[in-house]
C-alpha cells in the first residue's frame, strides 16, 4: 500500500474548448489556451492498495458519475503500465465551488493523475500523465502546466500529441483575474453534455471550429508580447462566440444568469471609462475578469458597487506532489 498527495490549480480558459473531435479519445474540435490561476486549489490523495474502491469527494462518499470517471482514470494509467489495479481509496477536496464552471474537473484530474503516478510508482512521463488527464476531463490537461497554457488539437490518430504545453510560466506576467461568483451550486448541464448537445444541434457550430485557432495564434502572440489589450479582445470574443454557438443549439443551452449579464454590463461599462477588463464565461453563470493588477481593485469596487462580490486570482503555478 502506498499513498501520495498531490495539489493543482484550475485553470480558465482564454481561449475555449468546447466540442470534440474523438469522444472515446476525448480529442477537442477546436485548440484551446488557458491561464492556470491560485490559489484556487484541488487537494487529492490517492492510496494504491486498500481494502476496497473509495472515492471521498469534498468529505463525501462518491458512487455517481464523477467516482467511476476517477477510477476510469486509475484503470488506464494500471494498464499503461501493465501491473494491473488494486483496489484504490482516492481522497479529493477542492478548496473553491465544485462543478460550477471553476473549472474543478481540470484541477481535479490533474491532481488524481499526478497523486495516482507517485502512489502507483508508475513513474510516467509528463507527456503520458496530460493524456492521461485529457482523458479525464478535457481541461486538466492544461491545469497540470503552471502560467498560460495552448492544448493542441494533435494530428496522431490516437491522441498522443494533443496535451496542454505551457506557453510561459506564471511569472511571466502579473495579470489579475476576478471571479464573479454569480451561483455556487452545481451548474444545471454539465459540459460534456452541453458540448455534445451544441455539436449535434447548433448549426452555428462548425463556424465556431472554423475560427478558433486563428483566436489561439492571435492569443498566443498577445502573450508572449505582454500586450494585454490584444489578449483581452480575444478572450472576450471567444468566450461569446462559445455561448453564441450554445445559445443557437435547440434547445438552446443557457449558462447565463440575469447577474451574468449586470457583471458583463459592468465590464464592459468600465471600459469605457478606461479601466480595461475583459470577461469570459465558461460552462455556468459565473464571470471572469481579465485585467492588469493595477486595475483589480476599481474593477473589483465597480463589480461590488453593483451588488456582485469578487475575487481576485493571480497566475498560478504547475500541479505538483507535496507528499
Ligand atoms: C474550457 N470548458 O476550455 C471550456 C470552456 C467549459 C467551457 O473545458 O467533457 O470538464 O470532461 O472534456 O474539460 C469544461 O469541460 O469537459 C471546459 P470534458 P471539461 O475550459
Known sequence: MHTATAVAHPNIALCKYWGKRDAALNLPSTPSLSLTLAPFRTRTTVTWGAESDRIVFNGVENTALEGRKILGALDRLATLTGLGRPPCVVETENDFPTAAGLASSASGFAALVLAADAASKAGLSPEALAVLARRGSGSATRSLQGGWVEWSMGEAPDGSDSFGRAIAPAD?????????????????????????????????????????????????????????????????????????????????????????????????????????????MDAGPNVKVLCAAADAPSLALRLTTAGLTAQVLTPGGPARVVG
Open 172 to 280: 511571466h506576467w502579473d495579470v489579475r483575474m476576478l471571479v464573479v461568483l454569480v451561483r455556487s451550486g452545481p451548474k444545471e448541464i454539465g459540459s460534456t453534455q452541453g458540448m455534445n448537445h451544441t455539436m449535434e444541434t447548433s448549426p452555428y457550430y462548425p463556424a465556431w471550429v472554423e475560427q478558433a485557432p486563428a483566436d489561439v495564434v492571435e492569443a498566443r502572440g498577445a502573450i508572449i508580447g505582454r500586450d494585454l489589450e490584444r489578449l483581452g479582445r480575444v478572450t472576450e470574443r471567444s468566450a461569446l462566440r462559445m455561448h453564441a454557438s450554445m445559445l443557437a443549439a435547440d434547445p438552446a443551452v443557457i449558462y447565463w444568469k440575469p447577474e451574468t449579464l449586470t457583471a458583463l454590463e459592468v465590464v464592459r461599462e468600465a471600459r469605457r471609462a478606461g479601466i480595461a477588463g475583459w470577461a469570459t
